[in-house]
T-cell receptor
Framework: NAGVTQTPKFRVLKTGQSMTLLCAQD?????MYWYRQDPGMGLRLIHY???????AKGEVPDGYNVSRLKKQNFLLGLESAAPSQTSVYFC?????????????FGPGTRLTVT | KQEVTQIPAALSVPEGENLVLNCSFT??????LQWFRQDPGKGLTSLLL?????REQTSGRLNASLDKSSGRSTLYIAASQPGDSATYLC??????????FGGGTRVLVKP
């Protein structure tokens, strides 16, 4: 199993450009999450999904959109990138929640917006 | 709103010393608490998960305790090694299927 994979690993955008980050998991997990991590801070939840075709807002959703068309994939979109979105983005998945099931994390995407 | 705090932000110990990492949270209505390890430039690796009904979990040299009533968890790493150098993050899962993370403790174990 590859676990949780993220594409791309690095990206530099100019302000106003758009891009999509792809997260894929091969563990048949129902739940998937997108987080951002900024220096000196813990991870903050952007959006999450509790199953195929569903999405929900997390703590910091503004400026991002997501889609979960297939169970194994969770896409994070930036329609008009801003310098404040410079961060490291992590995707995670879990079998379910509110129980003993851990969240498994991808390796991260480092995004710089100039 | 749940807030998770990890103090200290950084810790340096000589090899062989036991590590004690602290995590506190403001809302005791949690489902579980997880401890993660993060190496520089890498993703997070889950170390231990403690369900709300448990008081501790152990894995090898790692032991994590949970006191829900006081909003505290402690991660103990016995006989630290240079390979234990990393950032350790705790996170609590509460209502809404969401993890709330602390800011992490950066650990350096000196040979």
């Amino acid at each position: 199993n590859a676990g949780v994979t993220q594409t791309p690993k690095f990206r530099v955008l100019k302000t106003g450009q758009s891009m999509t980050l792809l997260c894929a998991q091969d563990m048949n997990h129902e739940y998937m999450y997108w987080y951002r991590q900024d220096p000196g801070m813990g991870l903050r939840l952007i959006h999450y999904s509790v199953g195929e075709g569903t999405t929900a807002k997390g703590e910091v959703p503004d400026g991002y959109n997501v889609s979960r068309l297939k169970k194994q994939n969770f896409l994070l979109g930036l329609e008009s990138a801003a310098p404040s979105q410079t961060s490291v983005y992590f995707c995670a998945s879990s079998y379910t929640a509110q129980s003993s099931y851990e969240q498994y994390f991808g390796p991260g995407t480092r995004l710089t917006v100039t | 709103k749940q807030e998770v705090t990890q103090i200290p932000a950084a810790l340096s110990v000589p090899e062989g010393e036991n590590l004690v990492l602290n995590c506190s949270f403001t809302d005791s209505a949690i489902y579980n608490l997880q401890w993660f390890r993060q190496d520089p430039g890498k993703g997070l690796t889950s170390l231990l998960l403690i369900q709300s009904s448990q008081r501790e979990q152990t894995s090898g040299r790692l032991n994590a305790s949970l006191d829900k009533s006081s909003g505290r968890s402690t991660l103990y790493i016995a006989a630290s090694q240079p390979g234990d150098s990393a950032t350790y993050l705790c996170a609590v899962e509460a209502a809404g299927n969401k993890l709330t993370f602390g800011g992490g403790t950066r650990v350096l174990v000196k040979p």
